[in-house]
C-alpha cells in the first residue's frame, strides 16, 4: 500500500517526500515542538535523514509503519503523523504540528484520521498513545478521540538532557466503532 493519501476533515495525510525536509525542519528543529516530543530538536542532517528513512521504510513489504505529512489548505506539509506497528493488530500512535499552525485543530484531525485508518483499513485492534504529562494540548486531543487513561510510564523517554514520564492512553476498534458508527 504505497503511496497513500488520506483526507481529513481539515487536513490530508500523504507520503513524506524527500522535497518536504525543510518544512519537516520548521517542525522538529523547533524547541517550542520538540520539547513535546520523545526526541530533541534536530539539526538539517538529521531531519534530511529522517525523511529518507520514512520514505524508504514507507516502500518496505509487509509495511511497518505509516509515517505520513499532514498537509494543510495546500500540499506543504505543516506537521506529521505517526501509526508505528507493534505486534499483532496493535501500533502507537505519534503526531506533530509546526508551532505556525498550532490553535486550528490540526493536531485532531491528523490524529483521528490516522486512526481511523487504522481501524478501518489496516485492521487494528489496538492503538497508543504516549505523552509527556505536562503536554496538556496533546492529552486533549487523545481525550477527543475517545482514548482512556491506562497509567504512567515512568522515566519512559530522555529528551531535552532528562527523563520524562509518558501518560499512556489506548482505544480499541470496538470502542472507536462505537464513537464513529
Known amino acids: 500500500m504505497y503511496p497513500i493519501t488520506i483526507p481529513g476533515r481539515v487536513i490530508t495525510l500523504r507520503e513524506l517526500r524527500p522535497d ?12 517550542r515542538v520538540t520539547r513535546w516530543l520523545s526526541f530533541d530538536s534536530r539539526d538539517q542532517a538529521a ?3 529522517m525523511i529518507e528513512g520514512a520514505v524508504t521504510r514507507a516502500q518496505l513489504e509487509p509495511r511497518t509503519e505509516y509515517y505520513l505529512a499532514v498537509a494543510g ?6 506537521g506529521f503523523a505517526r501509526l508505528g506497528l507493534t505486534g499483532h493488530q496493535a501500533a502507537k500512535l505519534g503526531y506533530a504540528i509546526g508551532a505556525g499552525h498550532w490553535g486550528h485543530g490540526y493536531a485532531t484531525d491528523a490524529a483521528r484520521t490516522i486512526t481511523d485508518y487504522g481501524f478501518r483499513e489496516l485492521k487494528l485492534h489496538r492503538i497508543t498513545a504516549a505523552i509527556g504529562p505536562d503536554n496538556a494540548a496533546s492529552i486533549a486531543v487523545v481525550k477527543r478521540l475517545g482514548m482512556q487513561y491506562e497509567g504512567r510510564l515512568r522515566d519512559h523517554v530522555f529528551t531535552n538532557s532528562a527523563w ?7 482505544i480499541l476498534a470496538p470502542e472507536w466503532n462505537t464513537i464513529t458508527g
Do not use: E, H, K, N
Request: glycine share 8%; proline share 0%; hydrophobic share 45%.
Open 47 to 49: 531531519t534530511v535523514a
Open 73 to 78: 489548505g495546500t500540499d506543504r506539509m505543516i
Open 164 to 170: 520524562r514520564d509518558s501518560l499512556l492512553y489506548s
Open 20 to 31: 518536504d525536509a525543510a518544512d519537516a525542519l520548521a517542525i522538529v528543529g523547533d524547541d
